[in-house]
């Protein structure tokens, strides 16, 4: 498990020197393989839940703004 997280400070690491350097498709390359390693994690496994629940929070609280004319009156 150890080797895992040295991966992840690696890759973002890389994320942030490619950033540096104004190279953005390095840096999100290197920041996807690090959210990836994450998920692989026990501790990140549950992040692509929450995200879903905070995604799916979000588009119930603007159904009644997205709705048209018809919400408004």
Partial sequence: MGTLGILI??????????????????????AGIALALFIATPVGAGLPGVLSDFVSAISQAAQPLTNGPKAAG
């Fill in 9 to 30: 400070v690696f890759a973002l690491l890389g994320s942030v020197i490619c950033a540096k350097s104004r190279s953005a498709g390095g840096a999100v390359v290197f």
